[in-house]
């Protein structure tokens, strides 16, 4: 049995019985208009105001909503696909997140409100992430670097792979605690399969709601470790949260970049939980690895690669 009371600290601790109060363990007990209602409250309980000089606006991105965020004169743009399981979250679940990267990287980020299931099932996330980058390198044209947490980890990847020999300036990707469709035997699986904020069956019934059938094989807009090909995908740094059971797709992830000789970089975040963006101001832990992920985002948009 793995210690959480030792592994995880006080403040991080003080994050998961906070987010609990307004989304308790068994959420995903309750039907989906219920998980969305709880998601939605808990994101608001966490929710910061913006950075002085940060604005954004909505817009609709080749028929998909997102929200784009600038502060000043910005030369690159960052395309965020948010968490949640592709069951919960929005615009207004990662709109602080999103904020503060814009404030700390100066660069225009494009928040993708893409479809959700179960009214939506694969690939329409995909599809919508894909479109709206679509429209952001054409409208923009000044490079992209693709940002995601969690299921929105999987949707950056699955653009960045899909990608290739189709759409020019992408210069990075950032996957922060991303499910990544990794073998279901490697340790985090079992090891975490009952970690704080995020269980296995919490992942099993993410990935059953998102699903018409069976899984689809070999498809990389649904699981990126699932392509055969690893070659020609941009600089990627890739944050893991220690106690979290998708931990082990990032090391799988960054092997598979590094056999096709592409740049990678993995930080594995000790004693952290999945969703631990949320905990950027109540845990040192947390707001220390948001302020790399900030780094890693404005490093790539500078076509800089500070970790060799």
């Not at 995880?8 to 609990?20: P, V, Y």
Request: proline fraction near 5%.
């Amino acid at each position: 049995m793995v210690d959480y009371d030792t592994l995880i600290d006080a403040q991080t601790w003080a994050f998961i019985r906070k987010t609990a109060e307004s989304y308790p363990d068994d959420a995903v007990d309750l039907d989906i208009e219920g998980q969305r209602r709880v998601y939605d409250a808990m994101c608001r309980e966490f929710h910061q105001e913006y950075p002085e000089g940060v604005s954004a606006v909505d817009k609709l991105a080749d028929g998909v909503p997102v929200r784009i965020y600038t502060a000043g004169d910005p030369g690159r743009t960052v395309m965020f696909f948010h968490g949640g399981g592709f069951v919960v979250g929005g615009l207004e679940s990662h709109d602080d997140v999103c904020a503060e990267i814009c404030a700390n990287t100066g660069y225009r980020v494009v928040a993708v409100d893409y479809r959700l299931a179960p009214e939506h099932k694969h690939p329409a996330a995909f599809e919508d992430a894909w479109a709206a980058t679509q429209w952001a390198a054409n409208r923009y044209k000044d490079g992209l670097v693709l940002v995601g947490d969690s299921a929105g980890g999987n949707l950056a990847a699955a653009v960045a792979h899909y990608a290739r020999d189709r759409l020019k300036g992408i210069l990075g990707q950032v996957l922060i605690y991303p499910g990544l469709g990794g073998d279901r035997n490697a340790p985090s699986y079992s090891e975490h399969a009952n970690a704080p904020m995020l269980t296995r069956a919490d992942l099993e019934f993410y990935e059953n709601i998102r699903l018409n059938g069976e899984a689809p094989a070999g498809d990389a807009t649904y699981a990126p470790l699932h392509d055969t090909d690893f070659s020609k995908l941009p600089r990627t740094v890739i944050f893991t949260a220690e106690c979290d059971p998708i931990a082990s797709d990032g090391p799988q992830y960054r092997d598979k970049l590094k056999a096709a000789g592409v740049p990678v970089h993995l930080v594995e975040e000790e004693g952290l939980v999945h969703g631990y963006l949320r905990a950027r101001l109540m845990s040192a832990r947390a707001g220390e690895s948001f302020e790399r992920i900030v780094l890693a985002v404005e490093a790539l948009g500078q076509d800089l690669w500070p970790y060799d």
